[in-house]
T-cell receptor, first 115, second 112 residues
Framework: GAVVSQHPSRVICKSGTSVKIECRSL??????MFWYRQFPKKSLMLMAT?????????EQGVEKDKFLINHASLTLSTLTVTSAHPEDSSFYIC???????????FGPGTRLLVL | SQKIEQNSEALNIQEGKTATLTCNYT??????LQWYRQDPGRGPVFLLL?????KEKRKERLKVTFDTTLKQSLFHITASQPADSATYLC???????????FGKGTKLSVKP
């Protein structure tokens, strides 16, 4: 099956700094990737849809200037949390459609803790 | 807007029994309904997909049913094992390669 990786798996940062999370499709090309956020005991909430070579589409309530998404190649999308605050602490997960697949393949997630 | 309810936040069963998890939705019937497994601190792993014109789907010890009249999907794990302990997520998808909308999940614990 298709494999999606994320880096880093965990990150701790100080309030006010920026953090970049990478999402890679390892054995397939992904024109579209998705970024989700999951708080403890809550469902995955879609933040944005990342499209290769064009601007990301953000869900209602998600600040595009705070969560910068770049999808520069068919195998890499990055999410940058700018000026992070403690309330941004969460589990961030990316996913991608496998080529010709009916299902999304998810990365292992990145745990962000902002102190 | 579409709302998804996975009725039980937690389900505890004995090893060897069948676990049945419920997923209800309130609005339009999705083209696809999917079930994922999520272990603590990990991303979801795809298990089964069922289409709106399918009543039932099976894969090894897993079975999914889809009733568009009741707006409900049931997910069964037969002969459950402690290794099946995880959170199971239901997700609705409106069309081909459309966005997924997730339920909160049901945390299944299988006791030896």
């Amino acid at each position: 099956g298709a494999v999606v990786s994320q880096h880093p798996s965990r990150v701790i940062c100080k309030s006010g700094t920026s953090v970049k999370i990478e999402c890679r499709s390892l054995d397939f090309q992904a024109t579209t990737m998705f970024w989700y956020r999951q708080f403890p005991k809550k469902s995955l909430m879609l933040m944005a849809t990342s499209n290769e070579g064009s601007k990301a589409t953000y869900e209602q309530g998600v600040e595009k200037d705070k969560f910068l998404i770049n999808h520069a190649s068919l195998t890499l999308s990055t999410l940058t949390v700018t000026s992070a605050h403690p309330e941004d602490s969460s589990f961030y997960i990316c996913s991608a459609w496998g080529q010709g697949s009916e299902t999304q393949y998810f990365g292992p997630g990145t745990r962000l803790l902002v102190l | 807007s579409q709302k998804i309810e996975q009725n039980s936040e937690a389900l505890n069963i004995q090893e060897g029994k069948t676990a049945t998890l419920t997923c209800n939705y309130t609005n339009y019937s999705p083209a696809y309904l999917q079930w994922y497994r999520q272990d603590p601190g990990r991303g979801p792993v795809f298990l089964l997909l069922i289409r709106e014109n399918e009543k039932e789907k099976r894969k090894e010890r897993l079975k999914v049913t889809f009733d568009t009249t009741l707006k409900q999907s049931l997910f069964h794990i037969t002969a459950s094992q402690p290794a099946d302990s995880a959170t199971y997520l239901c997700a609705l998808q409106r069309g081909s390669q459309g966005n997924l909308i997730f339920g909160k999940g049901t945390k299944l614990s299988v006791k030896p």
